[in-house]
């Protein structure tokens, strides 16, 4: 599977998030107990979820503690995707060098919208 330079832009700022956690215990403090926040902190971007939706981040580097995560299951009978996904997709972009944090979440989770 090739990404898209999305795609690749997207993990490069998840692995920046990560890294930042794992080098720095007041940032994954901050990280677990306000993830909006402390991820516009790091980069500068704010981060707006859909109503009714929250992000948890978990502290998973306990190395003897296997983690499952278990997601909603998606209903794929109502996923529309709006007019600015469909021209993402279509390769079109919003003039940020190709990342949108829709793409971000979209990577992550796949339940969020940023901006």
């Given at each position: 599977m090739q990404f898209t330079e999305q795609q690749k832009k997207s993990q490069e700022v998840l692995q920046a998030i990560i890294t930042k956690?794992?080098?720095d215990d007041t940032f994954k403090?901050?990280?677990i107990d306000n993830p909006v926040d402390a991820i516009k902190k790091a980069?500068?971007?704010a981060i707006k979820l859909p109503e009714g939706k929250t992000l948890i981040v978990?502290?998973?580097t306990d190395?003897?503690?296997i983690y499952l995560n278990i997601p909603a299951e998606p209903n794929l009978?109502?996923?529309e995707l709006s007019e600015e996904q469909l021209e993402i997709i279509a390769g079109g972009g919003d003039g940020n060098n190709?990342?949108?944090w829709e793409v971000f979440l979209a990577t992550v989770t796949g339940v969020f919208k940023l901006f």
């Open positions: 956690a794992w080098d403090q901050e990280l980069t500068g971007e978990k502290d998973q190395t003897s503690t009978e109502d996923m190709g990342f949108t």
